[in-house]
């Protein structure tokens, strides 16, 4: 991590941030993670209207979860320890269409996740 004081904070990605070149371009480094699952939410795609975002990722549509009305549903992804200023990076990168907000993962970690605005 960037500074041995930096406080780690839960990253749970279900889509582009999972993405090494992504990764590397938004925080300097390659993540560790492991994978877990978002219950009661569904994913779908939006189109990226941002040229910096789709040329780093190399995708025009990327995924996007919702809540879902079916309790069953759930988006599997990964969760990753990072620290604030990646944090701050990752809110740099997702574009205005998504919104951070603390979730209970399906292993029991609370996490960050980018959901539909």
Do not use: C
């Not at 582009?16 to 992504?22: A, H, P, W």
């Not at 779908?44 to 009305?69: M, N, Q, W, Y």
């Not at 951070?100 to 605005?117: F, P």
């Amino acid at each position: 991590m960037n500074t041995p004081n930096a406080r780690i904070v839960q990253l749970f990605s279900y889509g582009t941030l999972q993405d090494r070149n992504v990764q590397l371009a938004s925080f300097g480094r390659e993540l560790t993670g492991r994978p877990d699952a978002l219950p009661g939410y569904a994913q779908t795609l939006l189109a990226i209207e941002d040229p910096k975002v789709v040329e780093l990722s190399g995708k025009t549509h990327h995924p996007v979860v919702r809540p879902s009305v079916n309790a069953a549903d759930e988006v599997a992804g990964t969760v990753f320890e990072i620290t604030e200023q990646e944090l701050a990076a990752a809110d740099e990168y997702e574009v205005s269409d998504y919104k951070r907000v603390r979730v209970t993962l399906k292993s029991g970690i609370d996490a960050w996740v980018y959901i539909a605005a």
